[in-house]
């Protein structure tokens, strides 16, 4: 029995896409791609669990989103405001800090690194990163 030419159409891409080198572009497509699909879950499920006041979980599901797509900016963003929650300030300060260098022109960086401030009684620094921001 003859393959059917779509089995045949897959075979050939996948052969194309595996062969085609590090420098392709559509293999960093593709990287980049993958790399978002399996974050996304992760996101949506943090949360979740950050809605229903689960935040030692949402951390965890934010954690491994930014491990898997550490350029995702809402991942990074989530991370840092649930380790607020969770008064880890090492961990917001670092998410605060890869923020402002994802994003230079976004002002969440440094709202973050501001309420870090605040909560560490460091008033002059929190007025600092709010005008920054």
Known sequence: M???KTVIWTVVLMGALCTAGPAHAHQFWLTHEFKHFCAYPRIQKGYDSYKK????????????AVNI??????ARK????????LK?????????????????????????LARIADLEKRPTDAIHAAEAA
């Open 69 to 74: 797509e550490p350029h995702n900016f809402k």
């Open 78 to 85: 989530a991370l840092a405001q649930t380790c607020l929650k």
């Open 53 to 64: 006041g689960k935040y030692d979980r949402a951390a965890r599901l934010f954690k491994d």
């Open 88 to 112: 880890d300030l090492s961990c917001a300060k670092d998410q605060g800090e890869a923020l402002n260098r994802l994003n230079p022109k976004s002002p969440e960086g440094n709202f973050i």
């Open 2 to 4: 003859p393959m059917p």
